[in-house]
């Protein structure tokens, strides 16, 4: 069916796709990979974002806390206190996933609009940690000196070792995810989105998955952000606010809620929008409102979708699964 | 009763990363193309970079910088460049957001191959500047405030606003001249604010001044009477607010809706008309440190300044048809020792940043600069001056 | 003196609860009616404050005559966003719809900033500045105006939706679109009003607030914010819930800044807001009124 063959001819494919990623940096000017850089991080923080809402079928308008998190935790710990960067890292991931825990529990007790606002008040609260507690975070002032990554003596300090060291961390990630949604686990998590009362009566206990899958985004976007520590040396609270996370809430929905790999091309496509309404100065706000706006009302489940269904290779029954799809997530809300 | 959906499936056997990767290749070369056509003109200008943030929480400083900036090249290439060349500004606007700013330097710098950065406008956006900048070693003249952009002093970074420690400073001496020795500070909790605040208690001690309250507003906020009522309730003799508009108006508001007759000194960052057209008749009685531009028409004619800021003022208001304001007066300063620094090095990034170092006795906006390669801001003491508002004008208090 | 200090505190919170209050009657309005968020409702008050202000000073219209043209202007905003926007898409999913209201709110601030530039802006108070005193508390007679209109927005929707044949209409569709679209009342209709009446009732929060609280063409993000929020605590089918939850979340920061930190004021007013959310969350959740 769609577009080119299966088994070993996917394999050709993947690996083509796979040159063509690597060649990148050398295809365009430094410029350009700073910016593939760029949504190479945002990459990693959708996908994990992708899998928590498409799996519990809830908004999380609060993700860009945890990327938070992520980047000042290892930039604190790497810069003030010396830790190894990649030491940091884990650790941060670690402290990111536990407040993910807790939080996690009381979170999901709330549904539909209730938990959108409850990611969203849980976003705001972290922001405000993040200015106020100025000794640890340097305040609005930011933190600068954050060592960059290394092995041995080998640093990660230029743009292009920072490429490919992001990309590896990204394909990882997209890979993780698609296993898990290929497992078991997976197969649980897609029952509880279909009927929470089914899944529930053949023994799955939901609330337990759901904030398992909250953890695994927030590890998600933890590594993201330290990731963007290291490779920016200086971070503020300023990116980890509310309107990073609604970005990243728009990111997701763009390439697709139901596309994990529709996770790089939501990243890529808004901040190469970005790029691209520069040529419109005064009036680039404005612009992407509007592209905002006809993307969604031409394309509702995503650019991927969209563009392959408008390429003739959607399957029929997809207009008739989406649709009920809408009309039961209406009720879920409630 | 709902009909037993099916969920998108996750397990889809399209080619994605094939797709993904030729989409983001066609974008980038659709941005690379709209980008792409640089000028390949007869007399090669200096080409100079210029990030302001024309969008977001910071607009109101980066819409004037970029004005006076656009300003500026005009004058400049009518009156025949320099030595003869034209030069041209590329200006990005860096949204308030540093991630922005950061890519948009890199920009500048490989793609747009700028001899050298104007901008950012905002201390955090600035802050993030510094490694680029200095790895790829182009000079970087901020407009943001903080002390912290040149101290520690970073060989490419300079800044041509003045510091917020000169504020503090100007502000302590005058409150120690009347006697007033308590004081409540009434801070925003953004990048303005906080620094105002450090400067503010490191300085308290040596000037004799103590803290006896001390709270926080949020930019956005838009009733401070809680605040303010707790500071009523201390035994503060002066009240310093520190943050830009339109808190500090909202401010002066509130006092006079307290009833409050506690002395308000604020600070640099209502210097501009719309503190007064907000606050109304409240803003009268508001003393606070000014870069001279505010009373440019009442400074004697032996002040060095005077003309510059005269001219700088009459040229804004004839092109914009609003009033100059200090914002603005920092992209002006940063352009204009840009200009002399070419002037003497020519386009090489190296000798033009040696240049910017070794400028002495510069007569700018915000005050005589004086560099060194200690000093990458230039300005000492006489660059604010104390002003109060009386009947809805700015005079100037002794 | 302390308790001047709380009934200062208490009116400083109303006052500021109005506004959430109003915000959050839009947020409720539409969403009882259609099921959809819309992230462009504190653009809508954003915009009467901008509006109004141009219209007065820039075009010179008396004052009434201002603010009844920018009501009018402001709901035609909204039956511009529903019927271009949201209708086309209507069988998409939600979160989908939720991004375009989203592209709106970023489409209407960027048409702000265009054109009234970046400035914040302040209509003349409504009857003068002299404070007035109650109980000690010393009270911006702008408040008051800012408290009236709250309640006349409260007691003119509850007679709308309980009296009027509209009202009824409106109700209707609340519980059962399709019950009654077979009854014979057009829902599109209905989430066309709905928009309109939102918009119009934001805009009129933004009027009467902006000689307060002064407005810049990015205001609507935060009121946005608290709107939701006190929506939130309100369950989002109640108006009597969204008037309430804004006016606690008012006093709540009021009392969070005054008491404790005013620093941490609004995530004091947060955690309070969660804890509300998690008792209520055991119980129904309240949303079809």
């Known amino acids: 069916m769609l577009i080119l063959g299966e088994g070993r001819g996917r394999l050709a494919l993947s690996g083509a796709s796979l040159v063509l990623l690597?060649?990148?940096?050398?295809?365009?000017?430094?410029?350009?990979?700073?910016?593939?850089?760029?949504?190479?991080?945002?990459?990693?923080?959708?996908?994990?974002?992708?899998?928590?809402?498409?799996?519990?079928?809830?908004?999380?308008?609060?993700?860009?806390?945890?990327?938070?998190?992520?980047?000042?935790?290892?930039?604190?710990?790497?810069?003030?206190?010396?830790?190894?960067?990649?030491?940091?890292?884990?650790?941060?991931?670690?402290?990111?996933?536990?407040?993910?825990?807790?939080?996690?529990?009381?979170?999901?007790?709330?549904?539909?609009?209730?938990?959108?606002?409850?990611?969203?008040?849980?976003?705001?609260?972290?922001?405000?940690?993040?200015?106020?507690?100025?000794?640890?975070?340097?305040?609005?002032?930011?933190?600068?000196?954050?060592?960059?990554?290394?092995?041995?003596?080998?640093?990660?300090?230029?743009?292009?070792?920072?490429?490919?060291?992001?990309?590896?961390?990204?394909?990882?990630?997209?890979?993780?995810?698609?296993?898990?949604?290929?497992?078991?686990?997976?197969?649980?998590?897609?029952?509880?989105?279909?009927?929470?009362?089914?899944?529930?009566?053949?023994?799955?206990?939901i609330s337990e998955f759901k904030v398992k899958v909250f953890v695994l985004s927030a590890v998600y976007a933890s590594v993201a952000g330290s990731l963007y520590a290291h490779y920016t040396t200086f971070i503020s609270p300023q990116p980890f606010g509310m309107n990073?996370?609604?970005?990243?809430?728009?990111?997701?929905?763009?390439?697709?809620?139901?596309?994990?790999?529709?996770?790089?091309?939501?990243?890529?496509?808004?901040?190469?929008?970005?790029?691209?309404?520069?040529?419109?100065?005064?009036?680039?706000?404005?612009?992407?409102?509007?592209?905002?706006?006809?993307?969604?009302?031409?394309?509702?489940?995503?650019?991927?979708?969209?563009?392959?269904?408008g390429l003739g290779r959607g399957r029929g029954k997809d207009r008739e699964r989406s649709r009920r799809w809408w009309w039961r997530y209406l009720r879920l809300g409630a | 009763m709902p009909t037993p959906a099916r969920i998108p499936s996750f397990t889809s056997r399209r080619s994605p990363l094939l797709i993904t990767a030729f989409l983001f290749l066609l974008l980038s070369s659709l941005a690379a193309g709209l980008v792409g056509c640089s000028a390949a003109g007869k007399v090669e200008p200096y080409k100079i970079g210029g990030l302001f943030a024309v969008t977001g929480f910071n607009s109101p400083l980066g819409t004037p910088e970029k004005e006076t900036a656009l300003m500026l090249e005009d004058q400049i290439n009518k009156a025949g460049g320099i030595n003869g060349r034209p030069i041209k500004l590329i200006i990005y606007d860096t949204e308030s957001d540093e991630t922005k700013a950061v890519n948009l330097a890199k920009k500048l710098i490989e793609q747009d191959q700028v001899l050298a950065i104007v901008g950012p406008s905002s201390t955090g956006e600035s802050l993030a500047l510094v490694d680029t900048v200095e790895k790829a070693q182009v000079p970087l003249l901020s407009c943001a405030a903080s002390a912290q952009i040149v101290q520690p002093v970073r060989k490419w970074v300079f800044k041509t606003p003045q510091s917020d420690s000169l504020a503090v400073g100007e502000i302590y001496d005058y409150l120690k001249a009347k006697s007033l020795t308590k004081v409540a500070l009434l801070t925003s909790s953004g990048g303005f604010g906080t620094t105002g605040k450090k400067a503010l208690e490191t300085a308290a001690a040596q000037a004799g001044v103590s803290i006896v309250a001390s709270e926080s507003f949020g930019d956005k906020d838009t009733d401070m009477t809680v605040q303010l009522t707790k500071i009523k309730g201390s035994d503060a003799q002066a009240l310093i607010v520190w943050g830009t508009n339109p808190g500090p108006a909202i401010i002066a508001k509130n006092m006079k809706q307290l009833g409050m007759s506690l002395p308000v000194f604020q600070s640099h960052g209502i210097a501009n008309r719309k503190f007064i057209e907000l606050a109304g008749d409240a803003a009268n009685g508001v003393i606070f440190p000014a870069g001279k531009l505010l009373v440019a028409s009442s400074l004697p004619d032996s002040d060095p300044q005077k003309s510059v800021l005269t001219k700088y003022a009459a040229d804004f208001q004839a092109k914009y048809n609003k009033n100059a304001d200090t914002f603005g007066g920092h992209a002006y300063d940063a352009i204009m020792l840009l200009k002399k620094a070419i002037e003497k090095a020519g386009g090489d990034r190296a000798k033009i940043r040696d240049a910017i170092e070794n400028t002495q006795g510069f007569v700018g906006i915000g005050g005589t600069f004086n560099f060194s390669a200690?000093?990458?801001?230039?300005?000492g003491k006489g660059s604010f001056t104390m002003v109060k508002i009386v009947n809805g004008e700015w005079t100037k208090e002794q | 003196m302390p308790l001047e200090q709380l009934v200062q505190y208490l009116v400083s919170g109303l006052t500021l609860g109005s506004v959430y209050a109003i915000v959050a009657l839009g947020f409720t309005i539409i969403f009882s009616v259609t099921g959809i968020i819309n992230f462009a409702q504190g653009e809508f008050v954003m915009l009467g404050g901008m509006l109004s202000y141009w219209l007065l000073r820039g075009v010179g219209l008396p004052l009434l005559y201002a603010c009844l043209l920018t009501v009018l202007v402001v709901s035609m905003v909204g039956v511009a966003l529903e019927r271009l926007a949201i209708r086309p898409a209507r069988r998409a999913p939600i979160v989908s719809l939720i991004i375009i209201t989203i592209g709106a709110s970023i489409l209407i601030r960027g048409v702000a900033g265009q054109l009234w530039g970046k400035d914040a802006v302040a209509l003349p108070a409504f009857s003068g500045e002299a404070p007035v005193d109650v109980l000690g508390a010393r009270i911006a007679p702008q408040s008051l105006w800012v408290l009236g209109i709250g309640a006349a927005a409260m007691v003119g929707l509850h007679v709308l939706l309980s009296y009027t044949m509209l009202g009824k209409a409106l109700r209707a569709c609340a519980i059962n679109r399709r019950a009654a679209s077979i009854v014979g009342i057009d829902p599109q209709a209905m989430s066309l009003f709905s928009f309109a009446l939102s918009a119009g009732l934001g805009a009129a929060g933004g009027i009467v607030v902006s000689p307060l609280a002064m407005m810049s063409c990015d205001s609507g993000a935060m009121l946005g914010v608290k709107g939701f929020a006190a929506a939130a605590i309100g369950g989002f089918g109640s108006q009597l819930g969204a008037v309430g939850g804004g006016l606690l979340l008012g006093v709540l920061e009021a009392l969070g800044a005054g008491y404790l930190s005013s620093s941490y004021k609004d995530a004091i007013a947060l955690v309070v807001l969660f804890i509300v959310l998690f008792v209520r969350a055991h119980g129904a959740s309240g949303e079809r009124a």
């Open chain 1, 22 to 205: 690597a060649a990148i940096p050398w295809l365009g000017n430094a410029y350009y990979t700073s910016l593939a850089i760029v949504i190479g991080i945002h990459t990693l923080v959708t996908v994990g974002l992708c899998l928590l809402m498409g799996y519990t079928g809830q908004v999380s308008l609060g993700q860009a806390a945890f990327y938070g998190v992520g980047a000042f935790a290892s930039g604190i710990l790497s810069a003030t206190y010396g830790v190894s960067p990649w030491l940091a890292m884990m650790l941060a991931a670690l402290a990111t996933g536990g407040l993910a825990y807790l939080t996690g529990y009381p979170i999901f007790r709330l549904r539909g609009n209730y938990l959108a606002m409850g990611t969203l008040g849980f976003g705001i609260i972290v922001y405000i940690m993040f200015v106020e507690l100025d000794e640890y975070t340097g305040g609005p002032s930011g933190l600068s000196g954050i060592p960059p990554l290394s092995i041995g003596g080998f640093a990660f300090d230029s743009d292009l070792k920072y490429y490919y060291l992001v990309w590896a961390f990204c394909l990882l990630g997209l890979l993780t995810a698609q296993n898990i949604v290929r497992s078991r686990i997976g197969r649980a998590l897609r029952a509880i989105h279909g009927s929470e009362m089914a899944a529930e009566s053949l023994g799955i206990d």
């Open chain 1, 244 to 309: 990073f996370s609604v970005e990243l809430v728009v990111m997701v929905v763009i390439g697709g809620l139901a596309s994990i790999w529709g996770a790089i091309f939501g990243a890529a496509a808004i901040t190469v929008l970005g790029e691209l309404l520069h040529g419109f100065g005064e009036l680039d706000v404005i612009v992407f409102g509007l592209v905002l706006i006809l993307v969604m009302v031409t394309m509702p489940e995503g650019l991927v979708r969209g563009v392959l269904d």
């Open chain 2, 374 to 379: 200690a000093d990458h801001n230039g300005l």
